[in-house]
Every structure is written in structure tokens, then in C-alpha cells.
């Protein structure tokens, strides 16, 4: 081998040494950066799986909470128009009841109405029509009794039932209507825990 062989071949080994070395510098540094790539993407794979089971959770539990009370709305609803139901029943009920009970009723709204002084009281027509006597006779007693005095009047007034006093002009409406509307929620509660006492 000439001195100039000798010298290329020196010349290719080394570029052959720098070329292994290089080679295996890119190599590692390859393996490093698809080992650090590697490790993002699984950082990021583990990311995302962990938002999306917290996505997922937290949808879950929206969905839950709002079927809990689309469930709770709807059972309250429900509730809400039986009590309702109810309470338009036991009105209707109060009307059409005989009239012996019916002005019994009236009697007691009286007893707790009544003012200690003279006044009017004024009926439906179709209650001025069935007042008997004994009523007319328990009405001046229930009058008397509180230091009043009560007229029936030949006028009539625009209610289902019950009545209306009228006190030097000032009138206090005391229709069976009046009564419900001003108990509507005590009743309401009172038919309630009738109801539902047990499922609460």
C-alpha cells in the first residue's frame, strides 16, 4: 500500500470512526427525543383520559342532578295539582251541601266574623232564597251575643256562598271564595301532610 493509499485509508477509517460516532450521537440523541416525545404524549395522553373521565364525571353528575330534579319538579308538581284538585273538591263540596249543614257553616263564619255593632248581612239569591226562619232567628242571637245587631238584606250579592257584612258602608267579604283564597296556604299544608305525611 503507497503512502498515498495508506493515508486515504486513515483518512475513511476515521471518517468511518466519526461516522459510527455520529451516528450513534444521533442515534442517542433520536432514542432521547422519541423517549422525551414519548413521554409528552403519554403526559398528555394521561391528561386528556383524566379530563375527559372528569368531563365524563362531571356530566354524568349534571345529568344525575338534573334528572334529580326534573324527578323532584315533577313529583312537586304532581303534588301540587292533587292538593289543588283537592281543596277545588272540598269547595265545591262546602255549595252543594244540604241546606242544614250548609247554614250551619255559615253560622260558625258568622260567629267569628260578627262585629260589636249594627250592620247588614247580604246573601247570594239563591241563599236569600232557602233562609229559613230558624237561620234569621240564629243570626239575631249570634248578633246579640257579640253586642251587635244584624239586618238581612232584600238585596243580593254576586258570590257562590257564604256571605257579606256591611258595616256603615264598609263591606267584609266573607264568601266561602274569600275564605279559601285567604287560607289557601294553611289549607294547602293541613291537605298535605294528610296526603303525604308519609312519603316525606
Do not use: W
Not at 500500500?1 to 468511518?16: D, F, H, K, Y
Not at 362531571?58 to 315533577?74: C, I, P
Not at 257584612?165 to 266561602?176: K, P, V
Not at 271564595?177 to 294553611?186: C, P, Q, T, V
Amino acid at each position: 500500500m503507497t503512502g498515498l493509499e495508506t493515508i486515504v485509508e486513515q483518512i475513511l477509517q476515521e471518517a468511518r470512526q466519526n461516522a459510527e460516532e455520529i451516528s450513534a450521537k444521533a442515534d442517542r440523541n433520536v432514542d432521547s427525543i422519541i423517549a422525551n416525545a414519548k413521554k409528552t404524549v403519554d403526559k398528555m395522553n394521561a391528561e386528556s383520559a383524566e379530563k375527559l373521565a372528569q368531563a365524563e364525571k362531571a356530566g354524568v353528575f349534571r345529568a344525575k342532578s338534573s334528572s334529580e330534579l326534573k324527578k323532584r319538579q315533577t313529583v312537586l308538581r304532581a303534588k301540587q295539582a292533587i292538593i289543588t284538585d283537592m281543596l277545588d273538591k272540598a269547595y265545591a263540596h262546602m255549595l252543594s251541601l244540604p241546606d242544614e249543614e250548609y247554614f250551619d257553616i255559615i253560622l260558625k263564619c258568622l260567629n267569628n266574623s260578627v262585629q260589636k255593632k249594627s250592620g247588614t248581612m247580604i246573601f247570594s239569591a239563591k241563599d236569600r232564597k232557602r233562609l229559613t226562619p230558624d237561620v234569621e232567628t240564629e243570626i239575631d242571637r249570634i248578633a246579640t251575643a257579640h253586642g251587635g245587631l244584624l239586618a238581612i238584606s232584600d238585596e243580593c250579592c254576586d258570590i257562590e256562598g257564604g256571605f257579606v257584612l256591611s258595616y256603615g258602608g264598609i263591606e267584609e267579604n266573607c264568601s266561602f271564595k274569600a275564605l279559601f283564597d285567604a287560607n289557601k296556604e294553611s289549607l294547602a299544608d293541613k291537605v298535605n301532610h294528610f296526603l303525604f305525611a308519609d312519603s316525606e
